[in-house]
């Protein structure tokens, strides 16, 4: 493990917003992390009951569905945004209408098993960047919706918000 990769971000390094997802990430090697990450989550989405995937635990909430292309698309964001930093362009970034984004899903003639290989290839796609990173490329601050964020941190933030839907999915959904 490599010390700099470990070290978490502190409070000043994202906004309190981000603070729960961040603390859903356990310690040690942050890519280690992504990658078991990849692993176990690939492992309970295959697990999904098909009669599940359009179950809504409560009116108004997202189907199964809904809230795992919620999170994959979170996901190309966040990593959009860390590659945006990383480069060291200072321009601000904007915020993502999650509202939007799931209110544009087709959920129709969409297939589970494809949206498991995107994940997949995504996140490894992911941590191929990632391990390019070293801590001053972590260390570099960018400006997301007003508010302050290190490339280490969002990294921390693509970890803990996939932790905190699959979270969700197993307590609420399955």
């Known amino acids: ?6 070290r978490r971000p502190d409070d000043s390094e994202y906004a309190s917003f981000y603070a729960g997802y961040v603390s859903k ?14 692993a176990s989550t690939v492992e309970t989405l295959n697990a999904i009951p098909a009669d599940k995937l359009v179950y809504r635990y409560a009116p108004g ?6 809230m795992l292309r919620h999170a994959l698309d979170t996901e190309w964001v966040f990593t959009y945004r860390a590659l945006w930093i990383a480069r060291g362009d200072q321009a601000e970034l904007p915020d993502m209408d999650q509202a939007a ?3 544009s899903i087709k959920i129709e003639g ?3 098993a494809a949206w498991i290989e995107e994940f997949r290839y995504l996140r490894m796609a992911n ?3 990632f391990r390019t990173f070293d801590d ?9 919706s007003g508010n302050r964020i290190t490339v280490r941190a ?4 693509t970890a803990g918000h996939l932790a905190h839907h699959l979270e969700i999915l197993r307590d609420r959904y399955l």
């Open 101 to 103: 984004f799931v209110a």
């Open 136 to 144: 001053d490329v972590l260390s570099r601050t960018g400006h997301l």
């Open 25 to 38: 990430v356990p310690d040690g090697d942050i890519l280690d992390i992504l990658t078991d990450q990849r």
């Open 154 to 157: 969002l990294l921390y933030v």
């Open 61 to 66: 909430k997202w189907t199964v569905l809904e």
């Open 110 to 112: 969409q297939s589970l």
């Open 127 to 129: 941590l191929t960047l």
């Open 1 to 6: 493990m490599t010390d700099w990769r470990a």
